[in-house]
């Protein structure tokens, strides 16, 4: 019998492919990653067989399961902070400079306009554990304060003024714009297991506004229809 | 591994270049892969691959004053559901009490589930109208009989049909918003055009309650 011999270096294992899938998965992940966004509640939205994405330019009102409300919109710097201004300007408030720089950074809010300075001056981890322990009852909504209303009209009119511009840039820059893409669109973020009581309240401000047109955030479920039987 | 290059011959060593070394250069690539794989397992944990998706829902518009109901309005092919936490009662038509002026026997309140064997049958039932004509373009639509453009018109058509089904929700103070969503979400799916969410009455919030017994 021929023996075999071991080789006496310690073997060298060839790592070139592996090194090559595992840059091309990290390409991959790294250009495909939408980043989650920090909001300050997490909410478990319900489930429907609805494939439409959520539009780009949003006002999200969110209702978190103890019926809180909570307002976000997307949008610059500039618009959130001109909106906020509208805010203490009829609430008769005075911001400094950082909270407003503050409150821009920020994705969503719940907070009445007098917790206004103190929320903004919190930092990002602090904030949060302040709504989660119930620091705030979220945005004021019934009928004697109802700041809520005040948000979106506010938040309606900047997002609208912006959305003017864009579409004249872009108009000026030869595209074809579709008009509705530049205004802002509504849209309700509810807990499934909230009340929906909750939910008809900010439904209902949204409504006497004349903004009839509601999108529900939901999870992708599959559609019945096309499973095979 | 690395191995010194024998001499060449004389010319070279006259112009004291040394030769390159024969063979693969090996290079660790320990590091490299343990970062590669570290940014890789970061990426995978941190990206949400699917953008939320939104259902909408077009409310209609508040009226400005209040409006008088004359009792002649008619109430053609609609169903109404009642919603409560995780029960869903419904009835066909108007709602009768007693005493009503058309002598009709008052409205008793059926119960259905939201399995697949509940509501989704239950509608699939009444919306027949729609559903059938919806497959009769879908085939016309996948024969190339129709354009696009044409079926969409089409089906828009034969959902605000006056014989199509016709939804209002209703909902109780313990209706939950999974509830609203999924009942909205079973009737995008049996292709019900008008949907209406109202508010409930104080006689079919007294009969939920009956039946709920909460």
């Known amino acids: 019998m021929a023996k075999i011999s071991k080789p006496k270096s310690s073997p060298t294992v060839d790592m070139t492919p592996m090194v090559d899938l595992a840059f091309l998965l990290v390409t991959f992940f790294m250009l495909s990653a939408s980043f989650r966004t920090d909001e300050v509640v997490q909410v478990d939205t319900p489930s429907s067989i609805s494939d439409k994405i959520i539009p780009e330019n949003v006002i999200m009102v969110t209702v978190d399961p103890k019926g809180r409300i909570f307002y976000g919109m997307s949008g610059n710097d500039t618009l959130k902070t001109v909106v906020l201004s509208s805010m203490a300007d009829k609430y008769k408030l005075k911001l400094t400079k950082e909270q407003y720089s503050e409150f821009a950074k920020l994705t969503d809010f719940g907070c009445s306009m007098s917790e206004m300075p103190a929320y903004l001056d919190m930092g990002k981890e602090e904030r949060k554990t302040f709504v989660e322990q119930g620091g705030t009852k979220g945005i004021p909504a019934d009928s004697s304060n109802n700041q809520l209303k005040d948000w979106i009209h506010f938040g309606n009119i900047a997002s609208l003024a912006s959305g003017e511009k864009a579409y004249t840039k872009a108009k000026e820059a030869g595209a074809n714009p579709e008009v509705n893409d530049f205004k802002p669109k509504f849209v309700l973020k509810v807990d499934g297991k909230a009340a929906y009581v909750y939910a008809k309240h900010v439904i209902d401000v949204f409504r006497d506004l004349n903004l009839n047109n509601l999108n529900f955030v939901t999870s992708l479920e599959q559609d019945p229809r096309q499973t095979p039987e | ?214």
Request: net charge positive; hydrophobic share 40%; glycine share 8%.
């Open chain 2, 1 to 214: 591994m690395a191995q010194m290059a024998d001499d060449g011959g004389g010319q070279e060593k006259g112009k004291g270049k040394k030769r390159a070394k024969k063979g693969m250069p090996h290079v660790d690539m320990t590091p490299m892969v343990d970062l590669a794989f570290l940014l890789l397992t970061f990426f995978v944990l941190t990206s949400t691959f699917s953008k939320p998706k939104v259902m909408s829902l077009v409310y209609p518009a508040k009226p400005k004053g209040p409006v008088e109901l004359d009792g002649t309005t008619q109430i053609n092919n609609a169903v109404t559901f009642l919603l409560s936490d995780d029960r869903i009662f419904y009835y066909e038509g108007a709602f009768y009490t007693d005493g009503n002026a058309k002598g009709a026997p008052n409205t008793v309140l059926l119960e259905t589930d939201f399995s697949a064997g509940g509501i989704r049958k239950l509608l699939t039932n009444m919306n027949r109208f729609v559903l059938e004509k919806k497959a009769g373009y879908d085939s016309e639509l996948n024969s190339k009989q129709i354009a696009d453009t044409t079926y969409l018109r089409k089906v828009r058509e034969a959902k605000a049909d006056i014989k199509a089904l016709k939804v209002l929700i209703k909902t109780d103070d313990i209706a939950t918003c999974k509830n609203f969503i999924d009942l909205i979400d079973e009737l995008k799916i049996a292709d019900i055009g008008v949907i209406a969410p109202v508010d409930i009455m104080q006689s079919e919030l007294e009969l939920v309650k009956a039946k709920t017994g909460k």
